[in-house]
């Protein structure tokens, strides 16, 4: 029974445009959330959180979106350039237990 | 600063084989991990550790052994290597108080084929 699902396994967004990866989770101790990015051959590296007590959290580009009560989040990438093409992991955790999601791969057309 | 270091970048076994993945980190971190990555899956863990001179299982730890050697370094053992066991080893660090939750850094990969 996986407690972390991304339903879209790939995403194509042209240049400039918005990207939305969503994250959905069953387990609702989870209290903290991250999105980690991955490039082929390398380590994931972290991208951005959001605690369970927020509703949204901005970074730049990028802002992560949490809706406890439908245990879901997602993360928007505005505007998307070519070197965010890489596979995106949500992360919900708490404490030390951290569940990492499938992964959704991110293209982003030129 | 380079951050979590892992060797062997890659390694082929013979089923049977028995190695040690090695894993460091010069952040000064208390927590360490170890995850194996599988196509369409997301990172699993193997076992972690909260601190030096303990470990505890995770998800999918049949099959391995660790080892917290210090606080830098802890090391990943397949006693008798599986095909089952082909995967993308990955280890981490984090810095983790009882009350909150911190990121995790990874470092670069082992990729490991067993035949």
């Known amino acids: 029974d996986q407690q972390v699902k991304q339903n879209s396994p790939s995403l194509s967004v042209q240049e400039g445009r918005i990207s939305i990866l969503n994250c959905d989770y069953t387990?609702?101790?989870?209290?903290?959330f991250l999105w980690y990015k991955k490039y082929p051959a390398e380590g994931p590296t972290f991208l951005i959180s959001?605690?369970?007590?927020?509703d949204k959290n901005e970074d730049g580009r990028f802002t992560v979106f949490l809706n406890k009560s439908a245990k879901h989040l997602s993360l928007h990438i505005v505007p998307s350039q070519p070197g965010d093409s890489a596979v995106y992991f949500c992360a919900p955790a708490y404490g030390q237990n951290f569940v990492f999601g499938p992964g959704t791969r991110l293209s982003v057309l030129p | 600063n380079a951050g979590v270091t892992q060797t062997p970048k890659f390694q082929v076994l013979k089923t049977g084989q028995s190695m040690t993945l090695q894993c460091a980190q010069d952040?000064?971190?208390?927590?360490m991990y170890w995850y194996r990555q599988d196509p369409g899956m997301g990172l699993r863990l193997i076992y972690y550790?909260?601190?030096?001179?303990?470990?505890d299982k995770g998800e999918v730890p049949n099959g391995y052994n660790v080892s917290r050697l210090n606080k830098r370094e802890f090391s990943l053992r397949l006693e008798s290597a599986a095909p089952s066991q082909t995967s993308v080893y990955f280890c981490a660090s984090s810095e983790v108080t009882e009350l909150d939750t911190d990121t995790q850094y990874f470092g670069p990969g082992t990729r490991l084929t067993v035949l």
């Open positions: 959001i605690s369970s007590i927020k």
């Open positions: 952040m000064n971190h208390n927590s």
């Open positions: 387990n609702s101790m989870f209290d903290y």
């Open positions: 550790s909260a601190s030096e001179g303990t470990t």
